[in-house]
């Protein structure tokens, strides 16, 4: 069975650029998450789907930030502009619905903002 | 408050001893799930172990198994036969309000494991 797939793997922009990262979960998991986690710390959510509707995007700053579910599978995540401090790793997880939902996590996308 | 704590930044192990990293949680909730994910550098956060707060028994998964003490909101990973392929972030997450759908993890700071031939 595949896992969650994301692109890019790295990614290095200026301050003020913006940037975009996919991600497809795995067949058949219904949640989709989106984390940000800076170097040193744990991740913590950014937003999370069920389908294509949004559950929670109440740590997403909203005014750069957004991201997308179109159809309930693939999701998009962009950054418009971004800022020194969005310099992190970008993970995407997908779980089931119901039960442990346990989380099955991507590769990562590393940024860089300079 | 910290809703998930790693006391410990650092741990040193020599292959084939057994190691404790530590997770103290913090929830109101009855009904929660814990998880530990190890991180290794390539940074894909995979999943080893998950105990519900009903459990009764402890955790085991091959090498690892999870000390749970619900009176002391602990949830330890325990790692018998430490490899070399063992050295990795370790994170403790839980999920609150494990009998409704669509809780995110909370997760702690992390364990960096270190394993020395």
């Known amino acids: 069975e595949a896992g969650v797939a994301q692109s890019p793997r790295y990614k290095i922009i200026e301050k003020r650029q913006s940037v975009a990262f996919w991600c497809n979960p795995i067949?058949?998991?219904?949640?989709l998450y989106w984390y940000q986690q800076i170097l040193g710390q744990g991740p913590k959510l950014l937003i999370q789907f069920q389908n294509n509707g949004v559950v929670d995007d109440s740590q997403l700053p909203k005014d750069r930030f957004s991201a997308e579910r179109l159809k309930g599978v693939d999701s998009t995540l962009k950054i418009q502009p971004a800022k020194l401090e969005d310099s992190a790793v970008y993970l995407c997880?997908?779980?089931?619905?119901?039960?442990?939902?346990?989380?099955?996590f991507g590769p990562g996308t590393r940024l860089l903002v300079l | 408050a910290q809703k998930i704590t790693q006391t410990q930044p650092g741990m040193f192990v020599q292959e084939k001893e057994a190691v404790t990293l530590d997770c103290t949680y913090d929830t109101s909730d009855q009904s929660y799930g814990l998880f530990w994910y190890k991180q290794p550098s390539s940074g894909e956060m995979i999943f080893l172990i998950y105990q519900g707060s009903y459990d009764e028994q402890n955790a085991t998964e091959g090498r690892y198994s999870l000390n749970f003490q619900k009176a002391r909101k602990s949830a330890n990973l325990v790692i018998s036969a430490s490899q070399l392929g063992d050295s990795a972030m370790y994170f403790c997450?839980?999920?609150?309000?494990?009998?409704?759908?669509?809780?995110?993890?909370?997760f702690g700071k992390g364990t960096t494991l270190s394993v020395s031939s």
């Open positions: 997450a839980m999920r609150e309000k494990q009998d409704q759908a669509g809780t995110a993890l909370i």
């Open positions: 997880a997908s779980s089931l619905v119901g039960g442990r939902e346990t989380q099955y």
């Open positions: 067949s058949g998991h219904a949640t």
